[in-house]
């Protein structure tokens, strides 16, 4: 049986904001101060790879479930329909598309997000996740260190960065 060393348990960071993001059907993922707090815990991480000599960073993402938020913030952000910018993720049914298509709809027309207003985007319809990723391409420009995105939801936190 493989058990990690000292060494390697050193890079298991602890930043939890919260314990999860509210389910946005019914309201705000996240309060402006937490998204601002996840995209300052992205920005510091960039900040510390540079201080410790790195020199590329690379995003990437897995999990299941964490497609949707990015749909919704992605719909706004680009005033494209939720079906276009929502997939099956980690292998939906048709059946469970739908569900998901529906649940992205009735996040958006709850919350009514300001497509001008990245932060107002990710707070109402975003997640801990895109907002620490963000952070990240933000500190990565900060600090003139390059990074490689990989997939969906690391796309979306570089338009939350762009914008």
């Known amino acids: 049986m493989w058990f990690p060393s000292t060494w390697e348990w050193q890079w298991i960071l602890d930043r939890k904001i919260a314990q999860g ?44 479930g964490n497609t949707t938020t990015s749909s919704a913030v992605a719909s706004v952000l680009l005033q494209a329909p939720v079906e ?9 049914s048709s059946e469970g598309l739908k569900r998901k298509i529906q649940a992205i709809k009735k996040g958006i027309e709850v919350n009514q997000p300001d497509p001008q207003d990245p932060i107002d985007v990710l707070r109402k319809v ?25 997939g969906f939801i690391s796309g979306v936190a570089a338009l939350i960065a762009v914008r």
């Open 126 to 150: 975003g997640g801990f996740d895109i907002a620490a990723l963000a952070g990240l391409c933000l500190g990565g420009a900060l600090n003139r260190i390059p990074v490689l995105m990989d």
């Open 21 to 64: 993001t509210q389910n946005i059907r019914y309201g705000a993922a996240m309060a402006r101060e937490q998204a601002l707090r996840a995209i300052l815990t992205g920005a510091a991480l960039a900040a510390q790879a540079q201080a410790d000599g790195i020199q590329g960073l690379g995003t990437g993402e897995m999990g299941i």
């Open 84 to 92: 276009d910018m929502t997939g099956r993720g980690a292998g939906l």
